[in-house]
């Protein structure tokens, strides 16, 4: 059983019942899960979550779909880790790194898919889909071959190359659409209308599916000891999980899990090539003005973020900010952060790391908050980035001369800090 | 005559029907004369001001209209006008 009392269209206020809705048929706004808190509140407790599994589900009580064997692959519970290393560099104090690179597939994603596909499933539906930049793609694919449902999976048709590789493998149908990401988005949205059978899990069962970002809250609360942070850096896509992981504190402190009244701030995370957001914040406007994206960052190049009003109210009302980064400065956020935790992220942690020095530098993320930065996908789904960036010292020939040689010319070209 | 596609959130106005051919100039044209076919259309597209509703996406012909000169953008015989709600993922 349990606790979702409905669906309400967060722009209109018009309810619905928690059924296979993903938007307003009136206004087409967007649908939201609601819960009886109360109910939630009588039975959720820390002890209870404790002795959950060590994944998303030990967070049931506060998901949209309760099922005895759910649609799981492990999502969820993944390292917090302290970041002394990286907090010196960039001047601030207490840091930590959400390590959700340490996920099944190796991104966030999977934290929203083993949720929606887990009430696709209840709801009847047999095939998987998605709209993806490639993170999703992985994750629909692998957790619809382990629930043995159909995936039909479109992404664009120049994503890097492990992520077709890591979609294609699972077996299911993958169609590369020559187009950006919002064109792939919105032959999907079509898609829908005329292929109602099938769970786009990013549009016909979105509302579910976006819940699934509250762990990131949930479980950093949890590993903090119960505690909020007050600051989290979260990268900006669609503006859906910066979203969540707001609403994420709110509820736990709503249902008695967090003492004291959570004052999250919450700053957001693009790249300048696609960074809608970003540019609505500065300009101090509501009106996001859709853009063709134009990053290395794919994961982040949504050009026409569905819930980036949402994201820019949560940056705003929480005292946060948003920011863009270069590419280059991307790239040197995925070495800083490599270099300084051992910590290897795709572009979109770049983003993070160097939207996360920028605020810094600012002042705006101080070094008396207690920071989390979510670091949301692993490295080696686009190593294509870091092809001219990094590699061998040297090559070298199997001989003790070639060696000391080449240990020689590195030293004197490369100045070293002691370690 | 430009082919107006409906998403099924709206297909309860237009009795099921998916393709409806409508006349007219413009975007704004065309959106209203869908109104005047099949009513209920123009509340659940515009907003107050009598622009685009923000979760409402059209697009001529696979561009967003928003990219083009929205609801003033030209349309010609034989285009393809889409509704569609907007959803985002990743």
Request: charged share 20%; aromatic share 6%; hydrophobic share 40%.
């Amino acid at each position: 059983m349990d606790f979702v009392s409905g669906l309400r269209c967060r722009e209109c206020g018009r309810t619905y019942p928690a059924e296979a809705l993903h938007v307003c048929d009136f206004c087409f706004g967007p649908l939201e899960v609601t819960y009886d808190y109360e109910r939630v509140a009588a039975t959720i407790s820390r002890e209870r979550i404790a002795a959950g599994p060590r994944t998303i589900w030990r967070y049931a009580d506060l998901l949209p779909v309760r099922d005895a064997a759910p649609v799981d692959l492990g999502a969820g519970f993944t390292p917090l880790v302290r970041a002394d290393r990286l907090a010196a560099e960039l001047g601030l104090g207490e840091l930590w790194i959400k390590d959700d690179t340490a996920n099944p597939t190796g991104s966030f994603k999977d934290r929203v898919v083993s949720v929606a596909l887990t009430k696709a499933r209840q709801l009847g539906f047999k095939v998987a889909a998605c709209a993806s930049t490639g993170n999703l793609a992985n994750s629909v694919a692998a957790h619809a071959a382990r629930a043995g449902m159909d995936s039909v999976v479109l992404i664009p048709h120049d994503l890097e190359r492990a992520k077709v590789t890591m979609t294609s493998v699972y077996g299911g149908r993958v169609f590369a659409v020559e187009g950006s990401y919002d064109d792939v988005n919105r032959l999907c949205a079509e898609l829908t209308s005329e292929q109602p059978e099938w769970a786009f899990v990013n549009v016909n069962v979105r509302t579910y599916y976006a819940e699934g970002s509250k762990t990131l809250a949930f479980e950093v609360a949890e590993q903090l000891g119960w505690q909020a942070p007050d600051h989290v850096v979260v990268p900006i896509g669609s503006g859906s999980q910066l979203t969540k992981v707001a609403k994420g504190f709110a509820e736990l402190y709503e249902v008695g899990l967090l003492d004291d009244e959570p004052a999250v701030r919450v700053s957001g995370a693009q790249a300048q090539g696609c960074s809608p957001v970003a540019t609505a914040f500065a300009e101090g406007t509501d009106a996001i003005r859709p853009v063709k994206p134009d990053t290395i960052a794919k994961s982040l190049a949504i050009g026409n973020p569905a819930d980036g009003w949402y994201a820019l109210d949560a940056i705003r009302s929480s005292g946060g900010s948003c920011a863009s980064v270069t590419d280059d400065e991307v790239l040197d956020g995925i070495g800083l952060l490599a270099r300084t935790e051992g910590i290897f992220a795709e572009t979109a942690g770049g983003v993070t790391i160097a939207t996360l020095a920028k605020l810094a530098a600012q002042g705006v993320v101080r070094s008396d908050e207690r920071v989390v930065a979510m670091v949301t996908g692993h490295g080696l789904k686009t190593v294509e980035a870091l092809t001219d960036v990094v590699g061998p010292t040297a090559t070298i020939a199997p001989t003790l001369d070639s060696f000391a040689e080449a240990m020689a010319a590195e030293a004197a070209t490369t100045p070293r800090s002691p370690r | 005559m430009i082919n107006v596609r409906v998403p099924a959130q709206l297909r309860t106005l237009t009795g099921g029907v998916g393709e409806i051919p409508i006349e007219g100039s413009t975007v704004g044209e065309v959106l209203k004369g869908l109104d005047a076919a099949h009513s209920g259309f123009a509340e659940r597209i515009f907003d107050d001001g009598g622009g685009l509703r923000r979760f409402v996406n059209v697009f001529l012909d696979e561009e967003d209209v928003r990219f083009l000169e929205g609801l003033d953008t030209p349309v010609t015989d034989g285009q393809t006008l889409s509704i569609v709600p907007a959803v985002a993922g990743g």
